[in-house]
């Protein structure tokens, strides 16, 4: 037996045992179970998926398990990628819950069953190889999320309201794949993966683009792309921070699975039209610099990763949006290298994301509280999660040497060599992209700034903060994987970028876009190199020989011990340091016509003397502007129809009798009517 089937069934034999584990063993144990079951578990998939990417497939078909459809899995590269990343992050995620689910009372039978199932449910999407198997996992994956998401609805009302708008989101978009696969399926002999492909070439371009925009609709808002957004930045703030590290790093890459299943596998044979990738490049620039934006005025720390996510799903969807695109142009290198720098970003993004939640997450475990400018000064008390938090805040802030460093660069490659390659459309929407990106980039370096300074250096502003202390050891484990995976990624991208490039070179239909030479990246087909290591090492050498300098010129001087200037206002304490919302308030002012911050200042006058003010107090907010625009009516138009309906619920049996007679002529006729 190969890696691949035997990582698979291993994993899962290990997710299914430890589901029941949760439900058997007692309390005192079960996160320690729970978590290991789910470190096997993420182990397995990783060798699985690593497996895939290296040419191994294996299809598993039970016909006869589930009416009507039955179930069928195929491993492939592409999904073997998603499986390698699902994995990873689980390993470090069930470590790191061993503490994190003991210390917030989510150590209960429900929640730890739910983990490992939620796990597979995850691993299941990208094996699917049938629209009822692919449904199957994604409505199980989507039904023990929200439970999840809601396991602490109890001790804050914002939990439910969270999952209230998770749970609709997920389904519309639930409603949508079904729409546009069913569509898709009608038109093939079966509903199986390879049925589809051979009926691809069939379809109308009316049809192809109708199956490619109705699951683009679905697996985008899985992907959190503006503007199916509006769930993100609510559920992985309030979900429990493991679980938070699970949906930002490995379950919204399943929506970009999907899109690039359906987009270039499934409907590959249909032709596909250049405006269908240019679409998705138009989304993913949007919700990059959106959801930025959003982060870099936000204060609430989970809030801020959250909006972060749906930055880093829209980079992504400009890499996907730029591959469809070359690939329909007669473009393949372009295409590859552009594929290659979204696999690779995607990749990226899970380990800096998965270290960026588990250190939030210890932050909260430690002070109770989200809010930045509730922070504060806990370097002292929790050096290993500061640590990890910057590390993970350099990862993220495309900076050299940060892992993302390397996939923003090979995305911005693609795109300026794409400038002359493609005709009119690339030279208006190429540009374009480049300006997104490096935009996003500069905000990201703003926010993650702010993040890290504001939060957890200078003086503690809480009593809470101040008496922080370091979270469990496990917890620590799991963010210590975390991080050595950021770090392995950002010193040497060259151990995964060449499996990487050849499974985005088959995806596209090209051959691999980079070639290793020692420690250097080379492209295929244009010129370009880069050596993330040596220039690590460049930067570090410039950085001591710095430092030599200023203290070189220190010794010449006879230092002595002074006082920082304080401005002669005393002693400085914490109500002198920077917040989080006077550190954003440039960024506000220059963005303001897309934000529309809402300010009020309240200012209390002694009794004495109207003159003479007591208290100042000073609020924002920066409301979701396209939720306002875009979710608002439609809501209250569907609470103006339950008030209508409410007043057709009499609780009279004759009329709702009636009700049944009257819609039953009305069918009679239109019956009659359209024979």
């Known amino acids: 037996m190969t890696a691949l089937p035997a990582g698979l069934i291993i994993a899962l034999a290990a997710g299914s045992l430890t589901a029941v584990a949760a439900l058997v063993v007692p309390r005192s144990v079960r996160t320690a179970v729970v978590g290991g079951g789910l470190a096997v578990v993420g182990v397995a998939a990783v060798v699985a998926g690593v497996a895939a990417m290296t040419g191994q497939t294996v299809t598993i078909a039970a016909p006869e398990l589930l009416p009507l459809f039955g179930l069928l899995f195929t491993a492939d590269p592409l999904a073997g990628v998603f499986l390698a990343i699902t994995g990873g992050v689980t390993v470090a995620v069930g470590v790191y819950g061993i503490g994190y689910c003991r210390g917030h009372d989510l150590d209960s039978r429900g929640v730890q069953a739910l983990l490992p199932m939620f796990v597979l449910a995850m691993l299941g999407v990208p094996l699917a190889a049938s629209v009822g198997t692919l449904l199957l996992c994604w409505e199980l994956m989507a039904l023990t999320s929200l439970l999840l998401v809601i396991a602490e609805h109890g001790r804050r009302p914002a939990v439910a309201s969270a999952g209230r708008w998770y749970a609709v989101m997920t389904h519309l978009g639930l409603v949508a794949v079904l729409c546009g696969l069913s569509v898709f399926a009608a038109h093939a002999a079966d509903g199986s993966f390879p049925a589809l492909r051979a009926a691809a070439p069939t379809l109308t371009p009316t049809v192809a683009a109708l199956v490619f925009v109705a699951t683009g609709i679905g697996f985008g808002s899985k992907a959190g792309i503006v503007p199916l957004h509006a769930w993100l930045p609510r559920a992985h703030p309030e979900a429990p921070s493991n679980v938070s590290a699970l949906m930002s790093a ?40 959106y959801g930025i934006l959003q982060a870099a005025v936000g204060t609430n720390l989970k809030r801020l990763l959250g909006n972060s996510t749906t930055e880093n799903m829209g980079l992504i969807l400009i890499g996907v949006g730029a591959a469809g695109f070359f690939a329909t142009t007669g473009n393949p290198d372009l295409a590859a290298l552009a594929m290659a720098a979204a696999l690779l970003h995607l990749v990226n993004h899970a380990a800096f994301k998965t270290l960026l939640f588990t250190s939030a997450g210890s932050v909260v475990h430690a002070t109770g509280r989200r809010d930045l400018d509730e922070l504060g000064g806990l370097t002292a008390g929790m050096p290993g999660t500061t640590a990890a938090f910057g590390l993970g805040a350099l990862a993220a802030s495309a900076l050299p040497p940060g892992a993302a460093f390397v996939s923003e660069w090979l995305l911005l490659q693609a795109l300026i060599h794409g400038l002359p390659a493609a005709g009119v459309s690339a030279a208006i929407v190429m540009p374009l992209a480049v300006a997104a990106v490096a935009l996003t980039a500069g905000l990201a370096v703003a926010t993650f700034v702010k993040a890290f300074g504001i939060g957890f250096l200078a003086k503690p502003r809480t009593p809470q903060a101040a008496s922080a202390t370091e979270s469990p050891a496990s917890m620590l484990v799991g963010m210590g994987l975390a991080g050595a995976a950021c770090v392995g990624l950002a010193l040497a991208p060259t151990v995964v970028l060449p499996t990487i490039g050849t499974v985005a070179g088959a995806v596209v239909g090209a051959g691999d876009p980079v070639r290793i030479d020692g420690l250097t990246i080379r492209l295929v087909g244009i010129a370009g190199s880069l050596s993330p290591l040596m220039l690590t090492l460049a930067l570090l050498l410039g950085a001591v020989l710095a430092l030599a300098g200023v203290r070189a010129l220190a010794t010449r001087r006879a230092a002595r011990p002074a006082r920082l200037w304080d401005c002669g206002g005393g002693p400085l304490s914490a109500r002198m340091e920077y917040t989080a919302t006077s550190f954003a308030e440039p960024l506000q002012r220059v963005f303001d016509d897309v934000l529309r911050a809402e300010q009020d200042v309240d200012v209390s006058h002694h009794d004495e003397s109207r003159y003479l003010v007591q208290t100042i107090e000073y609020r924002r907010k920066v409301p979701d502007r396209i939720e306002k625009r875009l979710y608002d009516p439609v809501l209250r138009l569907v609470a103006a129809w339950g008030r209508a309906g409410r007043r057709l619920a009499t609780g009279s049996v004759h009329r709702y009798l009636g009700y049944g007679f009257y819609t039953l002529c009305g069918l009679l006729v239109l019956v009659v009517v359209t024979r």
């Open 250 to 289: 490995a379950m919204v890459n399943l929506g970009i699975y999907g899109i690039l299943r359906v987009g270039l596998d499934l409907l590959g044979g249909a032709a596909p039209a250049g405006w269908w990738w240019l679409l998705v490049l138009g989304l993913g620039a949007l919700s990059a610099i």
